[in-house]
């Protein structure tokens, strides 16, 4: 593992070593890192290969002391900094064709064109993916991409001998693991499934009275919302929503869907891998024999921490499985 620092022009000044916290994923990740260090003439750095890197943002340093705290963004913290806009005269940004060329075009407006996307085809085509009002340029790849179970792969090298360091996106299927796991292989699962949450969500709109708008929601066997019913009798658990502002019954539905998801019961699953090597956008599914359960867990984050050269990992998960 060759840890690089970099300077102000992203020309590389050599390798260090530096104990470093990087954390990187979706918006639920903090997409940042934090070091200490000795050091001071450097902008940024970089592990080849990997996402692991950032650019310097903050300093603190201390008049009686040696040691300077930083932080910064990661590659994936930029793009969380970025919003993708609806063109001129549009209602939505919407894209088709081949997801690099997609993931290209977008990038070449975003951080004045700071990312590089490889000349390669993913094998993907996006037919019409409609970005989410004001998303992050995160949050609009990672979402598109998830919906093909794709995932956004980035990486830094150095392109040539006295060149910059490049940082790259591009489109790579999701990798999915699936079945019963132990830590002989190096991976272990820890299962939690909770039924106590509210499986029936009784949602009231605008009006008065017994005019006011109504719609049931429900939690169905998938642990998807519904508008069937699915748990009865003793399994049935309410509650009630007022959302009495709501303009529509489209806009009580979806303001009730997110409701009744934060009300649910769920099923998680915590991931400590030790010699597995997972990405953010990967997806585990488990399967714990004794009780018959089954999770699908994407990952949601990656936490590096480097320590006398050595590089340990943790991984998250979406908290809504």
Not at 249 to 270: D, I, M, T
Not at 276 to 298: K, Q, S
Request: with cysteine.
């Amino acid at each position: 593992m060759d840890l690089i620092l970099f300077d102000a022009d992203f020309h590389e000044i050599g390798p260090a070593t530096l104990e470093i916290d990087v954390e990187v994923g979706d918006s639920s990740a903090s997409n940042d890192f934090e070091l200490s260090t000795v050091l001071s003439d450097f902008s940024g750095f970089y592990i080849p290969g990997t996402e692991v890197g950032g650019i310097v943002e903050y300093r603190a340093s201390v008049s009686n002391k040696a040691v300077n705290t930083l932080k910064g963004w990661t590659w994936r913290g930029l793009l969380s900094q970025w919003i993708i806009l609806p063109p001129s005269g549009s209602d939505y940004r919407i894209v088709s064709g081949e997801a690099n060329a997609v993931i290209r075009r977008l990038l070449a407006e975003c951080l004045g064109g700071f990312f590089s996307v490889p000349e390669e085809d993913s094998g993907l085509t996006i037919g019409s993916y409609q970005f989410k009002l004001y998303t992050s340029m995160l949050d609009g790849l990672m979402d598109m991409l998830s919906e093909y179970d794709y995932r956004l792969d980035i990486y830094a090298k150095k392109t040539e001998a006295g060149g910059r360091v490049q940082v790259c996106c591009r489109a790579l299927p999701a990798k999915k693991l699936e079945g019963e796991y132990n830590n002989d292989l190096g991976l272990t699962l820890t299962f939690t499934n909770d039924q106590m949450g509210i499986n029936h969500l009784i949602c009231m709109g605008k009006g008065e009275l017994q005019n006011r708008q109504k719609l049931d929601l429900y939690i169905g066997k998938n642990g998807k919302v519904t508008t069937t019913q699915y748990y009865t009798g003793l399994a049935e658990r309410q509650a009630y929503y007022d959302y009495s502002s709501a303009e529509s019954l489209a806009e009580l539905r979806k303001s009730g869907n997110e409701k009744l998801k934060k009300l649910a019961g769920s099923k998680k699953l915590r991931i400590d891998a030790e010699s597995v090597d997972l990405n953010v956008g990967d997806i585990v599914v488990g399967r714990y024999r004794e009780t018959g359960l089954v999770v699908e867990a994407p990952i949601s984050k990656k936490i590096y921490r480097i320590s006398d050269g050595r590089m340990t990992i943790e991984y998250g998960v979406k908290e809504d499985t």
